[in-house]
């Protein structure tokens, strides 16, 4: 439905350019903070929408809507310390002071606590000019800067910006910078003043156009991929860099020399990527040509002259990756595996020469845990053998990001198994941890899965080993992403396994090099790996997916791949009945068993029976119980929930009805709480403690 101008925001912060990695974190901070910031001037919003380019940071707010007046109410002290023989007291007159309100605004209101005075205080909105003002120093940035003798810091200088309300212009100033009516266009092609004069966002955007600025992100991605072509082929995040780095992109082509393509296909498109962010061009059969797509701002007369620049500084990249190339292939690389020892890993953790051997041992481990085949775990210690060895090869060297790849390029032409050279590139995925996982499971083998894992956990356990750890606002050595990448790849391959057991595994490598013990590790590493899956989910703390999550880790999360399957099957049967029956269930079982403190007994004895239901109890988890047991085996969570909670159900609503579970009677007490501990744990100990989901139907 068409949006009404006149109940619209639209808010601009024009500066200088601003870096295009930083721009995807500042939307989500911007997203976040919009809604809550306006709140507080007493207006709401339905849809934000957050645009960006280089130059500026664009914020359109619709529909917009005055909130209600609103008021707290706040209590105040007892009525007995409020009043004495009906006159008040200094308490009653202090708590009027200091909420600035006299005594015929007194209320008396019940509480568990017994009748206390209370008062109702209006809630004041700020100005809609402490939006504007506030909303930029919220926005999330790697780095911030001063520039002007306010001291106002943001990332880069601000030069205009302007609000609107309908046809309202607001007014506020951000550092040195007072609002205006304008903004501008282009900074070479149109950079003219833009008369602005409403808040109505598509005449806005249509202006900016006209003056070679193409405000939506994903217009210029559009753009950029019409020219390149062959998507399969290309870097998304490098055509989403070169999107984010334009206000109008504009395609410019070129070629190289044809003796090039003699080099290996990745070696050419980081040549082309790594400096100078161009697009290498691919034929129909999804071979690497000699042309090349480059994409400047803005249509310009002299093209040709630019495409000449481009192929002139491509000329020379290629020439340097040609010679160390021929460089590399001078001697094999299982010969540089030994020049390892000369690379350090991480300060007195040793070289990547004993990080290759620990890698090899723990491929070997993981391999057998996880219940993989011989030629796969021999492959895998292979690669682990030889996948460090292109660190100290000259590409390398002057191409970081060919790391994993020009190693698998030197494997695959000394003939080196297939699946050795594909676990040699592919343990450096995933890339970027925003990838799909199923996505990984196409480009990455197991051997390379088991590599990938093992090099992430030798990381993780060697550096909290030292005691470096990952705090909120700092992460040097990447380990959440790290962790990241292991969750990720245990979801797309399913790898079995105990956590803890290679953690263990993993510390045992490192001997006497790290202090830490085995415990220690392991309780550091968990909360990092469980905050990673739910990143990996994408589940947010309170909604039902997060509390279905968090239920299954109180059940243990030893088995990365069991969660996911866990997790699958659960939040697919969040909404039927029988999913709400076992919550019910266990929220009921799991309630009378909190308040105990000591140990609850294993065995029931059913001679200490009082009731017909605690046996009727008793049969029910006896006959029920091995059914359950056997879809849990065979991992069918989904029916075993249904199962579970249809059986139980009724029955425990009865058994709390009509039989006291804390009897006086120590022996009986003792009894029906392990007769309700064998119910709840029947379900919480394999599948998870489903009493932590809320907002059930009653």
Known sequence: MKQDPSRSLLFEIGVEEIPSSYMEGAKASIRVEVPVLLAECGWECKEVNILTTPRRIVIHASPLHRLPAATEEKLGPSKEQAYQNGQPTEALRGFLRSVKLSERDVVVQETSRGPRVAVKIQKHYKPLSSFFETLPRAIKFPKLMRWDETKYTFTRPIRWTFAFVGTQRQNYRLGGVASGNFSFGHRFLAPQKIRVTHSNFEVFKQALKRRHVILEEETRVEMIKSWIGDIAHQDEELIKTVARLVEEPFA????????????????????????????????????????????????????????????????????????????????????????????????????????????????????TEAGCSKDVIRNAKRAAHLCKADLVTHLVQEFPELQGVAGSEYACLEGEDKAVVQAISGHYLPANLSEPYSKIKKQLNLEGALLGICDRIDLLVGALGLGIEPSSSEDPYALRRAAGGIVKIIRAHRIKGSLTHLIHSARDQFGHLISKSNVDLVKLLMPIFKERVAFELGVTNGTKPFEVLQGIFESGCEELADVFEKFEALVSAIDHDSFVRTCKVLERTGNILKGVAEKINDRIEPTLFVSPLERKLYELIDREGPKIHELIDRKEYRKATFCYGDAFFQLIHDFFEEVLVNHEDVKIRDNRRALINKVNRLYTNRVADLSRVTRLPV
């Not at 481009?310 to 290629?318: A, C, K, N, P």
């Not at 299982?334 to 007195?348: A, H, M, P, R, Y």
């Open 252 to 367: 410019v082509r070129g070629t190289f020399q044809p003796e090039y393509l003699k080099l290996p296909s990745a070696v050419l498109t980081t040549c082309m990527s790594k400096y100078q962010r161009i697009f290498a061009q691919f034929s129909s059969a999804g071979r690497i040509t000699n042309r090349f797509v480059a994409v400047i701002n803005g249509p310009r007369k002299n093209a040709k002259a630019i495409a000449k620049n481009f192929e002139s500084v491509l000329r020379s990249r290629l020439e340097d990756a040609r010679f160390f190339f021929a460089e590399d292939r001078k001697s094999k690389l299982e010969d540089k595996v030994k020049d390892l020892k000369e690379k350090i890993f991480l300060g007195s953790l040793g070289s990547y020469y004993d990080k290759t051997k620990r890698l090899e041992a723990l491929t070997d481990f993981l391999g």
